[in-house]
DNA sequence: CTGAAAGCGCTTACAG
DNA sequence: CTGAAAGCGCTTACAG
């Protein structure tokens, strides 16, 4: 293995090199760089000049096995479920948020993606062990979610990007499903729709068991029946949607709204439905869900809802921050528990009207 | 700033409880668990078993401040670049492969997203500077890039993923920008095309000149002129092909194919031929990139070229660990040069015959 | 205000 | 085969 520090070409030097160099001790040269007090301030200036020429940036090993500290936040993705067609840009979007709020603090973003063949939770566990953030924001939750547990013994900082339906003792922040379901519901049944189905994955991924329990909330509000038939499973891609809508044209009395919980799923719908000579907002409302490129060129464009996935970053970064004992006094919320809201996108796909 | 090690609740022993436990070393439970000849076998089933037992796991800073290695590798992607939209699931599928080499030899993959606030060089010189990892990934890379000169100049071990037009001395996995112009505009002269218009990035991005370069060799191949006019510049995503084909359409003796160099751009462009009453396939002859879900639902579908993302990360992953002293003979290739082939997916995009 | 020293958790020559 | 000791590069009480 090779050891960058010795092999760096001698344009990177070590603590004691930079301390020979200004004929100090190594102490008085971390305390200079470090920002402490009771350092003569031409000293210091001396120091971080030095440093800046040598290019002296203190090597993270030897600072994380003294101090205990990392100096960065993990971020734990799975690079290859179910929901991998519908990751796409929504990740890249919401780091950047998180980092915004990072590099304030001089902390980075490191990004864990856990891959097909790995066992979330044995991931995770190792990820914890090599101590390689000093927290971490996990995502995906199931509603049973042992990674939240393990976090919660190991005493790392956390939070989760989407609840559980474990005890509420952890930080998370988590899209408005309840929302959705409900002004989805109540938006279609004041157009007139009394058979309205769902799609959604037949997985235990959390959101699912929230979006259906609203949706069914919503129905009982306006007095419709519950029909079990309605509720669609498929996996959360493209592919997913075919399948739902297919299943949905075999139903008997066949049901007028579609609402889904992938914006992806409306690809393989809209394809169905055409494949039948059937036309998406006219034949079938649909409402997607989130706001992506893909719902303003799907024709005719897809009713969702829109988030900044910025500001959500932002928001999972504070939040987080708010649990790490050396920042709740800059971020003093507690323990977050968040739902984002978002704002309805009228599309064609839900014009029709069946009044 | 919490010590997790001290906070574990007792569950996560360092090596000097597990050696006291057992009445050894911690030289010895080092060896034992290392897996160093010279442990007596008894012994070493005992460190083993104790081990799981107390689910006691290396602190990896301790262990990289003495072996000066991390055992991490680092893959740097650009979260806020122009090329965001079109990521969407292409690094996820990369990153997959890469792990499946690194978990061969016990090597982590680390994810570095790069904010859209902060410079690549410096950002990448930062992660350096922390040996965050053993080596890197680098992506996105342009025509200049001094990104490749920092990993030389640090020793770091490390591929790009994507060429520049700097000296040839580093690792490099592409893929075939070359073979797509011109097996794209082979494909569009045999039917009869000779007006071959092209839209890429107007940035420095070094695949656009890579891809233009094949071009215009491809054109004189056939004994067609190069018209500057037919080079279309616009960003790359769904709105960089709405301006595109915009542009396209004013072009005086209007072009009949368009190859693009991003596929997402396909979307603008057939929004924007059907607000002429124009279609796909018919009035215009179009090949996108690589073959995504995208690809499928657009009608007509999509021509392109499709590639296995996971053996992409594979051979990225393998050419890296070629390039590591430490794993050299296990993979012994050399320093890597290697354009990745793709193989064309006819769609109907690119159905018209125009002789 | 500065220096000398201890120690974070490991691995690895070196003795025995 | 095992133990004792050095040392990786830092930070931080503790003296002075």
Known sequence: MVAWGSAYGGTMAGIRELADHLHLSIGTVSRALNGKPDVNPETRSRVLEAAAALGYVPNQSGRSLRQGTTNAVGFMIESGNDVAGNLDNFFLGVFDGVQIVLSRHHLDLIVLPCSTVEDPHQYLQRMVARRIADALIISATHRKEPRIELLQKA????ISLGRSAMPDDYAWLDLDFE???LRSVDRLVAKGHRRIAVGMPGNDINLGFVF??????????????????LVLRAASSDQGGYHIAHDLLTLPDRPTALILIYEFMAVGVYRRLQEEGLAPGKDLAIIGFRE???ASFLTP????FRLSLRDLGVGLGESLLASMPAFADVYPRGIVHKVWPMEFVAGGSDAMDVR
């Open 212 to 229: 259906h329990d609203a949706y069914r909330a919503a129905l009982a509000r306006h007095g419709l029946a519950y029909d079990p038939q």
């Open 155 to 158: 005493q790392i900082p956390f």
């Open 301 to 304: 464009r897809l009713s969702c």
């Open 292 to 294: 992506s490129p893909l």
């Open 179 to 181: 929302g959705y379901a």
